[in-house]
C-alpha cells in the first residue's frame, strides 16, 4: 500500500512525465531540418524562457510602469525593477510569447526585443543555450512562429507547476535530449529519491541543532547539474525548522544544467551568483570557502586527462595546503579527485566542522594496489578518522548505468560513539521495481525504505553490537585500521639449468643484445656457428655451461666477454627455469626469479613473520621477504565483508531432478513418435 508521500511522488512523477512529452512534442515541428541531437538546443531554454515568463506575469504590468516612469525621467530603472517584479530577475518590454506569436510578421524582431528586455541574470542563462543563435535558425527554417505558439499555449506558472513538477520535468527534458545527442543523462542529473535518501543521511544526525531557532547552514556541490541535490538539502532543513536560513552554493561544468539550476534558484529567489559555471577540478569558483554540508554525484569513471595539468600542478605547488595532497587517482577516473575536493570544503572543527556525502560506483574502494594515488587517498581518510560510514544501494537506480553504487558518508566532528570506527551498511535490498523503465533505472528506493534506511543508519552501531537483532547482517562496524594491509613481496630464487638446442640458435639470431654485443649479419652468425658443436647438451650448474661455451667460442675464434650485458645475453639464451635447478647467485644472495615474485597483504596489526612462517615458508620453504618493498595500503573490500556462502545443492537431489528431466523428454519424445 502507497503512503500519501509515496503516492505524491508518483503523481508528481506522471505530472512531469505527461508535460515533459507535451513539450517535447516540439521536436515534431523540426524534424526534417533540424537535426535529433539539435532538438533539446530548441526546446529547453525555450522551456526556461516560458517558465520565467510565467512566474513573471503576475507582476509584469507593474514592472512596465516602473520601468516607463524612471525611463521617462531619464533615469536607469534596472535598479527600481526587482522590487517591481518581486525577484531577482524581470522583463522590460511589453511583449509575451502569445503577442509575439500574434504578430508572425514581426517575430524576426520581437522575439529577439523581448529576449534583450530581460535582466542580465536572465540574458546569461539564456545565452548558454545559444538562444539567439536558436532564433535565427528556426526563422531560416520557416519554424520560429510555430515553436513561439505552442510554447505560448504551454502554462507554467507555479501555480499551475510546483518547483518539484518543474524539476522533474526538467530531467525529463534533459534525458530525452541526451538519448538523441548520444550523450550521458545521468552525468547532469541524479534520481530524486537518491538524492533524498543522501540528503538524510547527510543531515540527520544533525537534527538537534538544526532545529535550533533562526539557525544558519550552507550547502555547496561542486557538480550540481540541475540543482537537485541542492534544492533537496535544502528542503530537509527547512523541513525541520521553517525558520531556519540556507544558502546553496555550487558550481557545474555543462551549461544547459547550469542554466536551468541558474533559473531556478532565481525562480525561488536565491542569490543566483551562488551557482557557477565551470569545471570544479581547474577552475574552482569557491576556492576559499567552507560550508556545513557537502554532498556530489560525479561523473563514474570519467578520466581527468583535460585538467590533468592543473591538478597535478596545485598538488605539487601546495601539497596539503591544497586539494590533492593526498594524491591522485588513475588518469581513466578522477572519482577521488572530486572527493578531495569535497574534503577541502569542511569547516575546521574549531568552527563546527562539516558533513559530507558522495556517490561513487564500487572502483573508489579498492582500486589501486598500496602506495597507488587511491590507496594513499583512502589512507589519508581512514588515518585522519574521516569516514563515518560506506552504504551500498541497490543496482539499476541510475539512468545512464545498471551498476551498483555507494554512499560514502564523511565528517570531521565524529561522534564520540563513531570515533575511529567505520559503518559498513547493506542497503543492497531496499528498493522496489519501477513501473517502467528510464533507461537503464529500473529500480527505486519508496519512502518507506528511505525511513527504514535511515533507521538503520541511526542504529547501526547498537545493531551491530547485538548478535540477535533481525538486521544484524546488514551492518558490519570496523575499526579504521581494519582496513589497512602491509603489502610484502614475496620473493624465490631464480633456479636454471642449462642447455643449447635448435631453438637456442634461433633464438640468438633474433637477440638484440647478441646482434648489440657481435653486430649484426656475419658477427651474429658466427657466434651461432661456435655454439653449433654443443647443440643437444645440457649442464647442471653454470660453471660447466660457461666452461663449454667459452672453450666453444675460443674453438671458433670467437672471442669471450666478461661484460654484463652479454653475460645477461647468455644466461637467457642458454638457461631454463628448472624447480631442480641450480640456485642463482647475486652478489653472493640468491637472485629472486621475477616469474615466482608474488605478493601477499598482511593486516596491518598482524606480525608481518609470523604471518609469512604461517602462510608462506609452510608451502615454499625457499621463499624470502623484500623488506625494502614493503608498502602500507587501504582498501574496503565491501561485498567480501557481506558475502554469505551458499552451499551447492547435494548432488543427490541434482541427479534425482536430471533424471526426472530426462523421463519428461523421453515421454515428450515418445508422443512425437507415436
Known sequence: METKSNAQAAADHAAATKLANRIWQVADLLRGDFRRSDYGKVILPFTVLRRLECVLEPTRKQVLETHERWAAKGVKSDPFLPAASGYAFYNRTA???????????????????????????VREVLAQFRFEEQIKRLQGSGFLHKVVSQFADYDLHPNTVSNHVMGYAFEELIRKFSEESNETAGEHFTPREIIKLMAGLLIAPDMEEIKVPKMTRTVYDPTCGTGGMLSAAQEFILQHNAHGNVYVFGQELNPESWAICRSDMM???????????????????????????????????????????????????????????AGTPRINDGSLLFLQELISKMKPVEDGGSRVAI?????????????????EIRRWILEKDWLEAIVALPDQLFYNTGISTYFWILTNRKKPEHKGKVMLIDARDYWVKMRKSLGDKRKMISDEQIDAIMRLYGDALSIADNETHELHGKVKVFRNRDFGYQRITVERPLKLRFEVSEETLEEARESKAVQKHFGEG????????????????????????????????????????????????????????????????????????????????????EDIEEYFGREVLEYVPDAWIDHEKTKIGYEIPFTRHFYVYTPPRPLAKIDAELKELEAEIQKLLGEVTS
Open 522 to 605: 656475419e658477427g651474429v652468425e658466427a657466434f651461432v656457428d661456435a655454439l653449433k658443436p654443443l647443440v643437444g647438451q645440457s649442464w647442471a650448474t653454470k660453471k660447466e655451461a660457461w666452461a663449454d661455451v667459452n672453450a666453444a667460442l675460443a674453438e671458433a675464434g670467437v672471442a669471450w666477454s666478461k661484460a654484463t650485458a652479454f653475460q645477461k645475453a647468455l644466461r637467457e639464451l642458454i638457461g631454463v627455469r628448472d624447480p631442480e635447478g641450480e640456485v642463482q647467485l647475486k652478489k653472493g644472495e640468491p637472485e629472486p626469479d621475477p616469474e615466482l615474485r608474488n605478493y601477499e597483504n598482511v593486516p596491518l596489526d
Open 267 to 325: 525562480i525561488k529567489n536565491q542569490d543566483a551568483e551562488h551557482i557557477q559555471l565551470g569545471n570544479t577540478l581547474s577552475e574552482p569558483y569557491f576556492r576559499n570557502k567552507t560550508f556545513d554540508y557537502v554532498l556530489s554525484n560525479p561523473p563514474f569513471g570519467v578520466d581527468w586527462k583535460k585538467v590533468k595539468e592543473a591538478v597535478e600542478d596545485e598538488q605539487e605547488d601546495l601539497g596539503y595546503r591544497g586539494r590533492f595532497g
Open 95 to 121: 511583449h509575451t510569447l502569445a503577442d509575439i506569436a500574434g504578430a508572425p510578421e514581426d517575430e524576426k524582431d520581437n522575439l529577439p526585443r523581448y529576449v534583450r528586455g530581460f535582466s542580465d541574470n
Open 359 to 375: 556517490v561513487f560506483n564500487g572502483s573508489p574502494l579498492f582500486t589501486g594496489p598500496a602506495g597507488s594515488g587511491e590507496s
